[in-house]
């Protein structure tokens, strides 16, 4: 935290949740999946020792990686 008040040029009151999400590396996105595809993220995610959410960051760059590859 002393980091991320030292790059924002904050004081040491703790920065507020909008302060913390600008300076992440990564950001949140929501998506909504229709059920049998969430089934097969899970059964693949179990299989995997993974989160769901690793998995799908995953397969998302994946396919963006691939899909670049087509357009190239």
């Given at each position: 935290?002393?980091e991320?008040?030292?790059?924002q040029?904050?004081?040491?009151?703790?920065?507020?949740?909008?302060?913390?999400?600008?300076?992440?590396?990564?950001?949140?996105?929501?998506?909504?999946?229709?059920?049998?595809?969430?089934?097969?993220?899970?059964?693949?995610?179990?299989?995997?020792?993974?989160?769901?959410?690793?998995?799908?960051?995953?397969?998302?760059?994946?396919?963006?990686?691939?899909?670049?590859?087509?357009?190239?």
């Open positions: 935290m002393a991320l008040q030292e790059r040029g904050l004081s040491q009151e703790a920065p507020s949740a909008a302060t913390v999400a600008d300076s992440a590396q990564s950001e949140r996105l929501n998506v909504t999946l229709p059920a049998g595809l969430m089934n097969r993220l899970k059964q693949h995610a179990l299989a995997e020792s993974r989160s769901c959410s690793s998995l799908a960051s995953f397969l998302i760059e994946d396919g963006l990686r691939r899909h670049r590859q087509l357009d190239g």
